[in-house]
C-alpha cells in the first residue's frame, strides 16, 4: 500500500470514529470537562510535574483528536493551538472548546505533511509541541515528525511526547494467555501494518464502515535519533510500566501518584517490558 492510500485509509476511520468518540458515554466523557472547569485528562495528568508551570506559553498540540488534552493544556495555562487532519474530529474539538470557554485555535492539517501544518498556522511559533498517547504510529516517517516540531519551536522552546512504547506496539496484543510475544515490527519500515478492525477502542453501538487502518511503528532509538537530527537537545526521557489502556487482556488497573488512570502487566511481568514513555527536548 502506498504512503497516500494509506493516509487516506486513516483519514476516512478517523473522521467516522470521531463522532462514537464524541457521544455520551463513552471513554472521553466530554460533558464532564463542561461540567467541571478544573477538570484535565487523565494522559496530561500523568505528566503534568514534567510540564511544569504553562502560563503564559504558547502550545501546539500535533494530532489533538477531540482536543481533551489539548483544553487541558489551556486550563495549565497555555494559550493552546490544535493540529489534526479529521474534519470530523476538529468540529467536536471545537465545540467542546467552546462550550468550555476556552479560546483555542484549531487548524486541519495532516502531520504527515510538514509544509502543510507550517502552512496552517502560518507565522505562529511555539513554546511548547504536545503529542499525547496514541499519536506517532499514524505517521510514516518519524524524522519528518521531528523536522516539524523544529521547525515549530521557538529558540528555547519544548517538545513533550508521552506515547505507546514501539515494544508494546510490536508484541501480539490480542494473546489471552498472558504470553509476551513480539509479532509485529518494532523498526520503522515503509510498508506499514495494516488492521482491519470493526469496532473502536470505546463503548459504542455504531457500525463502522471504514473499518481498516494503517499503522507505522518507530522504535525508540529511531525517534531519539529523529529528534537529535532535528536540532533539539533531549532532556528527558523516561520509560513508563503503564499506559492509559487496557492493551492486553490481562493487563490490571494500576493507580498513579496523580490518580491518573493506568493499566500495567500483572506481578512480575510488569519489569518485562515498557508499555509507554515521555520524551522530552528542547531547541536550542
Known sequence: MDERAAVDLNLANWDERAAAHAAPGTGYVLEAYVEDPHKISDVVAFDRPRLGDLRGTRGVHL???LGTDTLSLARLGARMTG???SPGALH????LASRAGAEIDYHRADVSDGEAVLAAVGAARYDLVYTGIGALCWLPRIADWARLVADLLVPGGRLLVRDG????LALDQDRTDGELVLAFPYFERPEPTVWDEPGTYVETDHVFTHTRSAE???GLGELVTAVLDAGLQVTGLAEHRSIPWQAMAHMVEVPSADGAGEWALPGEAADRVPLSF???ATKP
Open 63 to 65: 494530532q489533538c483528536h
Open 216 to 218: 507505522w511503528n518507530h
Open 278 to 280: 515521555t520524551l522530552q
Open 92 to 95: 467536536h474539538a471545537s465545540a
Open 165 to 168: 512504547h514501539p515494544a508494546l
Open 83 to 85: 493540529v489534526d487532519f
